[in-house]
């Protein structure tokens, strides 16, 4: 991590520093995204595999992260880290609880009776970025307000390896099915459904430009 001192920087420095990544490669990586959609589309899981084994800093054969995994990355982890974590379930579970909202159900004349009604998505992919910082975070801003909409099913990725910490919390926040994939890759996945990764209705979830990319095109 680069360490700047702001007051020692010229105003021109300042300004650099300030400035978003240059996207005057927007066009290639629109290039790039489409071919990983495609390959993803065509080939399945056999192409999540080759793209983990190019792009991924621990590549895997298994994409699903096994129950037993997960359990290994629950003992393994600090109780005071589990404490925080299961604390930050319990207050953002109750601040979500409270939008919940009733049917609203008005008769505007007589016989004419009107209704407002949420229901859940069915299925929903969740995307949850991988590095050199794990996002635990991301997987309960994203798996809680499933879980209390009422999402049939819940679909996480996340970029192998899978920190401790975001499997923790999958755990925690009911998640049940994690995958071991990151990236446009993972996108692709979630969209289109692969042999083990099942298409979703929606994705939800952060991520760098190529992510960023690959969710705008599908």
């Known amino acids: 991590m680069q360490t700047l001192i702001w007051k020692t920087l010229s105003p021109a420095q300042q300004a650099d520093v300030l400035t978003r990544p240059a996207l005057s490669d927007e066009a290639d990586i629109g290039a790039v995204v489409r071919e990983i959609i495609g390959s993803v589309r065509s080939r399945g899981d056999e192409a999540l595999r080759e ?33 925080a974590i299961e604390a930050a379930i319990a207050n953002i579970r109750t601040f979500h609880a409270a939008q919940a909202q009733p049917v609203v159900r008005v008769e505007t004349q007589p016989g004419v009776v009107c209704e407002l009604r949420t229901q859940p998505i069915s299925r929903v992919g969740l995307y ?15 798996a809680i307000p499933a879980r209390l909409a009422g999402c049939r099913e819940v679909v996480l990725c996340t970029p192998s390896p899978a920190s401790d910490e975001i499997l923790f919390a999958a755990r925690a926040c009911g998640v049940e099915k994690v995958f071991a994939i990151g990236g446009a890759q ?14 979703v209705d929606k994705i939800f979830g952060p991520g760098n430009a190529y992510v960023t990319e690959a969710k705008g095109q599908v």
């Open 51 to 83: 793209l983990s084994q190019r792009f991924e800093r621990a590549p895997r054969q298994q994409l699903q992260v096994s129950n037993a995994e997960i359990e290994a990355a629950c003992e393994r982890l600090d109780d005071d880290i589990k404490g």
């Open 186 to 199: 993972a996108i692709a996945a979630m969209a289109y459904g692969t042999q083990t990764i099942p298409k």
């Open 128 to 142: 949850v970025p991988g590095g050199s910082a794990p996002l635990p975070s991301t997987v309960m801003m994203l």
